[in-house]
T-cell receptor, first 110, second 115 residues
C-alpha cells in the first residue's frame, strides 16, 4: 500500500521569505497529490492539488511540483505572510483513498 | 460556507457515558470518513464508508462504531467514553472520481473531552 512521508515536521521562516515542504510516496500507481492547510480549531482545507500527468501547478503565491521518477512532490509558498501560519498536510491516493503525511507546522516570524 | 457539518463542536462528558458525534454532508458524496486527531498532529483514520450500508474500520484501532443508513449522514458512536478518547474527531467526504484520486472536504471537527 501507499506510504507518504512529509518533511520537515516544523518549519520556521521569516515573513516575506519562501517556504518549501516536501513529501515522498511509495506507490508508483498513485496519481493524485493534494495539499491541505489546517488552521487552529478548524478542519483541513484543500489549497492546491496536482495529478501525475502534470509536473507543476501554480495558484498565486503557492505552487506544487511533482517528480514522478523520484516519487516526490513539494509545496512552495512565496512571499510568506502571517496568515500562512498553519499545519500543512500532503496526501497521495491509493485505492481511491488518500494516505496522509504526518503534517508540517509552518511558523511565520515577523 | 460549509457543505459538511459536524455537531457538536465541543463536548465535555463523563466517563462511561454513551455519545454520538454527528456528521452530515449536502454534496451527495458517496465516500465518508472519520479521523481522530490530536491538535496539529497526524490524521488517524478510524472508520470509512464507500456508500449506504458500507462501513469499514480504518488503520487506528477504535472502540467507536459508525453507521451509514443515508448517503448524507455518517454518525460515530462511543458506547462508553473514557479519558483516552479525549481528542478531536474530524469527518470528511469525497466523491468517487472518474479516474485517479479525489480531494476530501472536511468538517470543522468535534473537540471531545472525557473527564
Amino acid at each position: 500500500g501507499e506510504n507518504v512521508e512529509q518533511h520537515p515536521s516544523t518549519l520556521s521562516v521569516q515573513e516575506g521569505d519562501s517556504a518549501v515542504i516536501k513529501c515522498t510516496y511509495s506507490d508508483s500507481a498513485s496519481n493524485y497529490f493534494p495539499w491541505y492547510k489546517q488552521e487552529l480549531g478548524k478542519g483541513p482545507q484543500l489549497i492546491i492539488d496536482i495529478r501525475s500527468n502534470v509536473g507543476e501547478k501554480k495558484d498565486q503565491r503557492i505552487a506544487v511540483t511533482l517528480n514522478k521518477t523520484a516519487k516526490h512532490f513539494s509545496l512552495h509558498i512565496t512571499e510568506t505572510q502571517p496568515e500562512d501560519s498553519a499545519v500543512y498536510f500532503c496526501g497521495g491516493d491509493s485505492n481511491y483513498q488518500l494516505i496522509w503525511g504526518a503534517g508540517t507546522k509552518l511558523i511565520i516570524k515577523p | 460556507e460549509a457543505d459538511i457539518y459536524q455537531t457538536p463542536r465541543y463536548l465535555v462528558i463523563g466517563t462511561g457515558k454513551k455519545i454520538t458525534l454527528e456528521c452530515s454532508q449536502t454534496m451527495g458524496h458517496d465516500k465518508m470518513y472519520w479521523y481522530q486527531q490530536d491538535p496539529g498532529m497526524e490524521l488517524h483514520l478510524i472508520h470509512y464508508s464507500y456508500g449506504v450500508n458500507s462501513t469499514e474500520k480504518g488503520d487506528l484501532s477504535s472502540e467507536s462504531t459508525v453507521s451509514r443508513i443515508r448517503t448524507e449522514h455518517f454518525p460515530l458512536t462511543l458506547e462508553s467514553a473514557r479519558p483516552s478518547h479525549t481528542s478531536q474527531y474530524l469527518c470528511a467526504s469525497s466523491k468517487t472520481p472518474g479516474t485517479g484520486g479525489s480531494g476530501y472536504t472536511f468538517g470543522s471537527g468535534t473537540r471531545l473531552t472525557v473527564v
